[in-house]
């Protein structure tokens, strides 16, 4: 299973962007999927997370500011972080994260990262 991230880009203090992150392979169903993030010089760090049935959890420099969503569409699962009222210190690479079973004969688990995207937020 791969994940591919995508969505970002550069906005000013205030603004608003949406990252989107697809889920690709066989899939037979999606636990959890997450968004982190790492500043220069930083750790990587967990931002958001959604599981299956809806449940959401935040980090607290981003509560009431993103919103973490998951989908599934034709197949398709899909992972949306949109996020609100940027502030400079958002500025970091953002990876998707997703966990659950594969599809297919194996129903192996699965863990798979995206490969990050690069969010800037000027003052």
């Known amino acids: 299973v791969q994940l591919q991230a995508s969505g970002g880009g550069l906005v000013q203090a205030g603004g608003s962007l949406r990252l989107s992150c697809a889920a690709f392979?066989?899939?037979?169903?999606?636990?959890?999927m997450s968004w982190y993030r790492q500043a220069p010089g930083k750790e990587r760090e967990l931002i958001a997370s959604?599981?299956?049935?809806?449940?959401?959890?935040?980090a607290d420099s981003v509560k009431g500011r993103f919103t973490i969503t998951i989908s599934r569409n034709n197949a398709k699962n899909t992972a949306a972080l949109q996020m609100s009222s940027l502030k400079p210190e958002d500025t970091a690479v953002y990876y998707c994260?997703?966990?659950?079973?594969?599809?297919?004969?194996?129903?192996?688990?699965?863990?798979?990262w995206g490969l990050g995207t690069q969010v800037t937020v000027s003052s």
């Open positions: 959604c599981t299956s049935d809806g449940s959401t959890n935040y």
């Open positions: 994260y997703g966990e659950g079973v594969q599809g297919g004969t194996s129903y192996a688990s699965f863990r798979s």
């Open positions: 392979g066989s899939i037979f169903s999606i636990n959890v």
